[in-house]
């Protein structure tokens, strides 16, 4: 095995062009970096690496040389520490924070992370500080006392009319951390260096506003910034969390998993998790980045439930509720009875509720809402047994070439969007079918601008390999077919299939083109599609997807639960029933669900998180656990089991989902719910889940509306409660112009006119 | 564009920036938009390479395009010395453009012509061994040419 | 000339750059090598009817040599050609650039049929490495090694660049070469693409050379004809096509990987080395980056054999150096010398000495890279290494002379004010260390220096010469550090008593009338732009020291007789 020496220390190293950098930090050696970041490829601008290598007439810097056998490196050679305290000061001159010289330093350090304090305590008005300055650390590391140079003020204003963050480029050291993650890890280009030399800045285009920009606010770039120059605006001024906790988000089925800062038992911030952490593995969106705690924090949470008594909501203790609801299910004819679920359930809830339904009941009226998409998807991965066929977003990233269709994931899904994105970095083409977004259609290589109803037609033409392709045109048509006949492909596709001709037709042909040679990436909207599914969410479905009339299974757990089952009615027929005054009780576990069909429902009980208009017509409210709040699994997108850890407790009087059906269950006399943790439910699910049945197709009708992407969490409207989600959502509709089409010559020709015009106007004037 | 890849498309960024400015003048916010659009990048990466290379301009030169020498040889004969003077004369500084839009004025590295120095480059014309002198006739040759050109327009109406 | 029925006995033709830029524009008779200087439209008809008809030379039109005062007709005479070596100059104003025909009729791609049809390619590089040719982009690299490395390297497609990016201000051979010589450059590179393996190829060039793309797009278009260029070249089964690549005014852009950058369509900001652009470059295949020079003296190696080459010049250096010699010296213009002549040669012998007889301060090669020598290096042989040596580089071919009325910090200011502005702003020490050295520099400049302003200058110098990430940053100090290595006098001159010796530093002078020379003619209070001369007609003028802006126009059109306008130090009352 090859070696070299670093400081003295032999270390053995694999000669795979790993860096000396990252042979020291293997080897716990630090060597100081700033434009250096894990994530991104070697940049080698600040020179903080600079290291000297025997044999070589530079210094060279550690985080771009390759390690090669033999080699001797020094990182504390005399002249190099005062070259690089020499550069440190230059560097300092455009960070101009007193930092340094600062008398209250060493006090500063001790509450460094809370600014709030430290500005009180040591004056500093200068610096948003994040719990860590990377530029102190080095600072610190390479043990500089003075500043060598005047420091100069650019006297940029600091920019805060974008939502959720700041920017303030007066501290920044152009490290390019930002702007690289941005261009090279997310594909936006939202931020770019502009300029050159010492005007060089980070910016827009023209100074345009971020929102203008095309950002979508993922908060890489924050993430990523060594200083304070970028910083969130709501994580600015709450000090050292407590603890932090990583849990998986439940605002989208990607399943990302989030670190939280918790302090006084409420989360104050949110932030990607571990680099580690799959799927994300350090990256999320703006929902997870910035929305969660606004979110878990709302002021008008549901805190205590309520029971209706002569129209009036009176708060009551839980039992009393309970008692309460017992009363109106045991009125009620069990078929008169719909329980509606939600994809923000846990799997062990919604397998807790529809064993509610089915067990303590005997009603299989389960649905939950928006389940046409995963259940499209399930069944059919079910039915043909191709649930390997899913693959995770690390296998995206390695893909060699994708098809988009029925869905602007870069809106929806960013973190999907951010792998889609490294494998079309890497050069793998992208054929998106259907209309999107402007990035989706800035990455696409080949772009079918299709009607969403043909989807099925053009996904069926490629998978039988016809010689036509509907939209395309026969040379092309070649090409697309050439690119899809290779292997390692990979079809990323969202509930815009629903809106195909035929989506079960779709959907098959889509698994047939993907065959063996690719992965599928269905991209659920909501947390738990796939894992409500699986818990029998469904009715005609029992939990781990076997159909209601396969009878074998049908007749154990009627045994077990000791009630007749039979399917129910799903959540549209639930709809017509009340309509038609068919349905007397309907337990609401999700406020987005409409209203509209409902409304001759004699009882509706409403357990969520978050008010809603549900509430003004609930006999009974219980307060819900947010996500945060709960424990458990939920299956993602890639079709892998995740947890869900708690990080704070409930607020107030709520309870979690699991906790209060299985408190409501033996309520409602049934013995076999004495759970005590979701874990125990688990065990039970998993007896389910041994061998998954085959559940029939049902044909799925085709929703004839494009949904917008407004993302909903139990009934919150996101962005009806956070006002910078809201600005953000508003300005999308911005970006969607359509590609110009004209030449250069009429694109001159066009502008030289408007030019002329515009003259005349002024003269005349 | 379809089926050209991203490196393609970005090899003729540049190319498409002079083509722009050659016939316009300056790169106007709607050709970044454009060529946003035509080359699969966002406005930003197209506006990083161009605010980066000193020959794209963003705003529109004047009637007059006048750019000043400062190379090595220019230097030593006087180049800054000239465009001292002239900036004094037009009321701008290297980079801006008269009010009136007649004249805009530009500092150049180096035109190639150094053992001719000092030189000066109007209207795509270099003039070499410029002398103050000179220089001053040329402008005001010019402002003759242009007020005649106004007076028999407006004579002609 | 055909109305005059020379049609059939005189050819005329467009000539690339001759050299004597100074004497421009040239008009050469041959065969005679007659030389005619300064030529006018007018004095055309003088030269065909009682030259070209009459067989009468022009005799007021010949050179006249200043020391002598005598005529010299045939150029072959005139000192600045004579102590000339013309080795890569040689077709440079003999033969007409836009002719392929002429190129090939003085031997031109002979080089390139030996190397294709009698050669491999790691032959070619052995020839090459043999010849001892280094790069003559400035830094020296044996050329012949970089192509073993471009050829070493394993892939399916390779590139070859010619770097024609010469954005040195006060350099114009890449372009001069460019313009009158062409077809030598692209054979320079086809045999490159033929040693390493590459099949496409760039030239990338300056926009502000309109002329030079002009005639290398030329040049292009009559080898593709010729079948130099294309597939299957001379039937020898080697393909290769070039295409240009028009810089837009970045003069990093001269670095390697900048330049890749930059015809990738990128910000021209360099990355660090490794991995070589040999191994990794233009879209992550192996790339091999040559300049002008160096690629049009490959042809003439092939052509003449390595030991003709490697006899010229010195054992380290062979061949011969190019300058483009500026500056205030008499005979300006494009010099070839073998390496290893002695920078006095040059100057005084082909530069033909200072200008107007003043006395030689300094003289600056390699640009804004390069470092200032003063008079007792002047016996110093031009090679690579003796130049870096003594703190200079040889660059890519400036040579600026300077004389007593250049003042050393305002040069070491303008230099550092070039490369600053041209900093792409990437790595900290170059951003900020040019920028707060330029600072130090105006402080001096303007009067306000400290003593200890000379050792903070030299210390942020090597903080940058040290950490800088390319040669722009790396070289960026070479002129403030020679500067004040060989002239800390006039730094000091301009801190302690606040004196530019030279008067050039604004701050430290001021334009005064004196009143016993003014004759009133009202010639700078004409073209003073900023109103500050006042008098009326025929008296004594006077210059507002608020109002002066010291742009010395005054000074310019004062009349030689008069002489009325002096600088003197800005200090000096006002009480003249």
């Known amino acids: ?43 080698g601008g600040c020179r903080m690496c600079l290291v000297e290598v025997e044999g070589m007439k530079d210094f060279v810097t550690a985080c771009t040389t390759p390690a090669k056998d033999n080699m001797i490196v020094n990182t504390t050679n005399e002249n190099l520490v005062k070259l690089k305290r020499s550069i440190l000061q230059l560097m300092l001159i455009e960070h101009p924070s007193a930092c340094v010289v600062c008398a209250e330093w060493n006090a500063c350090n001790e509450y460094r992370s809370q600014p709030f304090k430290s500005g009180l305590i040591t004056g500093c008005a200068t610096c948003p500080n994040k719990a860590s300055c990377e530029l102190r650390d080095v600072i610190e590391y390479i043990g500089l006392d003075d500043l060598g140079f005047v420091s100069r003020y650019k006297e940029m204003p600091v920019e805060k009319d974008d939502p959720f963050f700041d920017r303030d480029y007066n501290i920044c050291i152009l490290c390019g951390r930002c702007v690289r993650v941005c261009d090279e890890i997310r594909g936006t280009g939202a931020i ?66 989030i670190e939280f800062d918790v302090k006084w038992d409420k989360i104050m911030a949110s932030h990607p998790g571990s680099k580690n952490s799959k799927p994300n593995r350090g990256h999320a969106c703006v929902l997870g980045r910035f929305c969660i705690p606004s979110l878990m924090n709302a002021p008008d949470r549901l805190k205590t439930p309520t029971v209706r008594r002569d129209g009036v909501s009176i708060p009551v203790s839980w039992d009393e509720a309970y008692e309460r609801i017992a009363e109106i299910l045991n009125e009620a004819a069990p078929g008169r009875v719909g329980f509606v679920g939600g994809p923000h359930l846990t799997t062990e809830a919604a397998y807790l509720l529809q064993k509610l339904a089915r067990g303590a009941i005997g009603t299989s009226n389960v649905d939950f809402r928006g389940s046409g998409f995963a259940s499209l998807v399930v069944r059919t991965l079910a039915d043909t047994d191709s649930f390997a066929k899913v693959g995770a977003l690390r296998d995206l990233e390695k893909a060699d070439w994708i098809i988009a269709v029925g869905g602007d994931f870069i809106k929806t899904h960013q973190v999907v969007a951010k792998s889609c994105y ?39 033409q490629l998978a039988e390999g016809e010689e036509k392709l509907k939209g395309v045109k026969k040379r092309h048509a070649e090409h697309i077919k050439s690119i899809v006949s290779k292997g ?7 509930s815009g299939i629903l809106l195909a001709r035929n989506p079960g037709e779709a959907m098959t042909a889509l698994l047939k083109l993907i065959g063996d040679k690719g992965r599928i990436y269905p991209t659920f909207d909501y947390g738990n599609e796939a894992g409500a599914m699986m818990a029998g969410l469904q009715p005609d479905l029992l939990p781990g997807l076997t159909s209601v009339s396969a009878s074998s299974v049908r007749g154990e757990i009627e045994a077990l639960w000791g009630k007749k089952i039979k399917a129910g009615l799903s959540l549209k027929q639930m709809r017509m029933a009340a309509s038609k005054g068919e349905l007397d009780v309907l337990y609401v576990t999700d406020g987005s669900l409409p209203v509209k069909g409902f409304k001759k429902v004699k009882h509706v009980i409403y357990q969520s998180p978050f008010p809603s208009e549900w509430v003004d017509r609930a006999s009974v409210i219980l307060p819900a656990a947010g996500f945060v709040e709960d424990s458990g ?30 408190e409501l269950g033996r309520k409602l006399g049934s013995e076999s719910f004495k759970y005590r943790s979701p874990k125990k439910v688990a065990k039970e699910l998993r007896e389910f889940t041994k061998e998954i049945g085959s559940g029939a197709i049902v044909e799925i009708e085709p929703v004839r509306k494009a949904a917008d992407w407004n993302p909903v969490y139990r009934g919150a409207i996101l962005a009806e409660r956070i006002r910078d989600l809201k600005t953000f959502i508003d300005a999308l509709p911005e970006r969607e112009r359509p590609l110009s089409t004209e030449s250069m010559d009429d694109f001159i020709k066009r502008l030289s006119e408007q030019e002329s015009a515009d003259i005349q106007v002024k003269e005349v004037a | 564009m379809q089926g050209l890849s991203r490196a393609d498309l970005a090899e003729q960024v540049i190319p498409s920036l002079q083509e722009i400015q050659e016939r316009l003048g300056y790169i106007p916010r709607e050709a970044i938009t454009w060529l946003a659009d035509k080359f699969h990048l966002s406005e930003q990466e197209i506006y990083g390479v161009a605010s980066f290379y000193s020959n794209f301009r963003f705003t529109p030169p004047g009637k007059h395009h006048l750019r000043i020498c400062l190379g090595t040889a220019c230097h030593l004969q006087g180049g800054d010395r000239l465009l001292a003077a002239t900036s004094e004369r037009l009321g701008i500084k290297p980079g801006e453009t008269t009010p009136d839009g007649l004249y805009s004025l530009e500092r150049v590295a180096c035109v190639g012509c150094c053992a001719l120095a000092p030189n000066i480059v109007l209207d795509g014309e270099v003039f070499s061994r410029t002398t103050q002198q000179s220089l001053k006739q040329l402008l005001d040759s010019i402002d003759r040419q242009d007020k005649g050109a106004k007076k028999s327009e407006e004579g002609s109406q | 000339m055909t109305d005059r029925g020379l049609g059939k006995k005189v050819r005329v033709k467009t000539i690339g750059c001759h050299g004597f830029c100074k004497q421009g524009p040239v008009i050469t008779v041959e065969p005679e090598g007659l030389f005619y200087c300064q030529v006018d439209k007018k004095d055309i008809n003088e030269i065909v009817q009682s030259h070209l008809i009459g067989g009468k030379p022009v005799e007021r039109l010949f050179y006249v040599e200043p020391a002598t005062g005598k005529r010299i007709s045939k150029y072959k005479d005139i000192p600045f050609y004579k102590g000339q070596t013309k080795v890569v100059l040689c077709n440079c104003g003999e033969i007409d650039p836009s002719s392929i025909d002429e190129y090939i009729e003085k031997g031109g791609y002979d080089g390139l049929k030996k190397a294709l049809l009698e050669m491999k390619p790691e032959q070619v ?21 970089k192509w073993r490395f471009g050829r070493g390297s394993k892939s399916d497609k390779k590139y070859v660049v010619c770097n024609a990016d010469e954005g040195n201000p006060g350099t114009f051979v890449d372009g001069a070469i460019l313009v009158a010589d062409p077809h030598a450059v692209l054979e320079g590179l086809i045999v490159a ?16 050379y309109p002329q030079a793309i002009e005639s290398i797009k030329r040049a292009i278009i009559d080898s593709r004809k010729k079948g130099f260029l294309g597939q299957d070249i001379l039937g020898s089964g080697f393909s290769f096509d070039v295409s240009i690549k028009e810089g837009a005014g970045a003069f990093v852009c001269g670095e390697e990987t900048s330049l890749m950058a930059s015809i990738m369509g990128e910000r021209g900001t360099p990355r660090p080395r490794p991995p070589f652009p040999t191994d990794s470059g233009l879209w992550g295949k192996p790339t091999c980056i040559n300049n002008v020079k160096t690629l049009a003296t490959i042809p003439i190696i092939l052509r003449r054999g390595v030991e003709w080459f490697s006899s010229i010049g010195t054992e380290k250096s062979t061949g011969t150096a190019i300058f483009s010699l500026t500056g205030m010296v008499k005979n300006t213009g494009l010099v070839e010398v073998p390496m290893g002549t002695t920078l006095r040669h040059i100057i005084f012998n082909v530069g033909g000495g200072i200008k107007d007889d003043a006395k030689f301060k300094a003289v600056l090669t390699g640009g804004p890279s390069g470092g200032c020598l003063p008079a007792d290096k002047l016996d110093l042989p031009v090679d690579y290494d003796s130049l870096t040596q003594a703190g200079t580089i040889m660059g890519s071919g400036g040579m600026i002379v300077m004389d007593e009325t250049t003042c050393m910090v305002d040069m070491a200011r303008f230099f550092l004010s070039f490369t600053q502005a041209e900093s792409c702003g990437k790595c900290t020490p170059c951003r900020m260390g040019t920028l707060e050295m330029l600072r130090l520099l105006d402080k001096i400049r303007s009067g306000n220096g400290e003593e200890s302003d000379i050792e903070k200058l030299q210390e942020i110098a090597i903080t940058v010469k040290e950490g800088a990430l390319c040669g722009l940053g790396q070289a960026a100090p070479n002129p403030v550090l020679s500067t004040i290595r060989y002239f800390r006098d006039e730094y000091e001159a301009h801190i302690r008593d606040k004196i530019c010796p030279a008067e050039v530093c604004k701050a430290l002078i001021k334009y005064t009338v004196v009143p016993e020379k003014c004759i009133g003619c009202g010639a700078c209070l004409q073209i003073c732009p900023s109103n500050a001369i006042t008098g009326k ?3 004594v003028h006077v210059i507002s020291d608020e109002l002066c802006i010291k742009c010395g126009a005054c000074l310019e059109v004062c009349p030689p007789e008069a002489r009325a306008i002096d600088k003197i130090p800005a200090h000096e009352g006002a009480g003249h």
């Open chain 1, 1 to 43: 095995m090859p070696s070299l020496t670093i400081d003295g220390k032999q270390i053995q190293f694999k000669e795979d062009g790993r860096t000396i950098l990252d042979v020291a930090r293997e080897e716990g050696i630090y060597i100081p970096t700033l434009c250096d970041h894990p994530d991104l490829p070697p940049y």
């Open chain 1, 192 to 257: 770019s260096f502009t300029k050159r030399g010492h005007e060089t800045r980070v910016d827009t285009a023209f100074g345009n506003s971020h929102l203008d920009s095309g950002c979508w606010f993922c908060g890489a770039c924050i993430d990523v910034c060594p200083t304070g120059a970028l910083s969130s605006r709501m994580m600015k001024w709450y000090g050292t969390p407590d603890e932090t906790v990583e849990t998986t988000c439940l605002l989208c089925g990607t399943g990302c998993q």
């Open chain 1, 422 to 460: 490294q494998a079309v970095a890497r050069g793998a083409p992208l054929i998106l079918i259907g209309e999107a977004g402007v990035n989706l259609k800035r990455w696409a290589t080949e772009h079918i601008p299709l009607k969403a109803k043909d989807f099925s037609t053009i996904l069926s």
């Open chain 1, 488 to 494: 390692n492909g990979a079809i990323v596709f969202g």
């Open chain 1, 633 to 662: 699994t939920v299956v993602n997108m890639e079709m892998k089991q995740l947890k869900l850890n708690q990080v704070t407790p409930p607020i107030g009087n709520s309870k979690q989902d699991w906790l209060i059906f299985t």
């Open chain 3, 125 to 145: 590089i052995d020839q090459v490495l043999k010849s001892g040719l280094r790069g003559r982009g400035g830094a020296g690299f044996p050329t012949g090694l």
């Open chain 3, 193 to 208: 693409a033929y040693s390493i393996g590459a099949d496409e190829g760039f030239v990338y060039i300056r926009h502000e």
């Open chain 3, 537 to 539: 007609k025929n008296e």
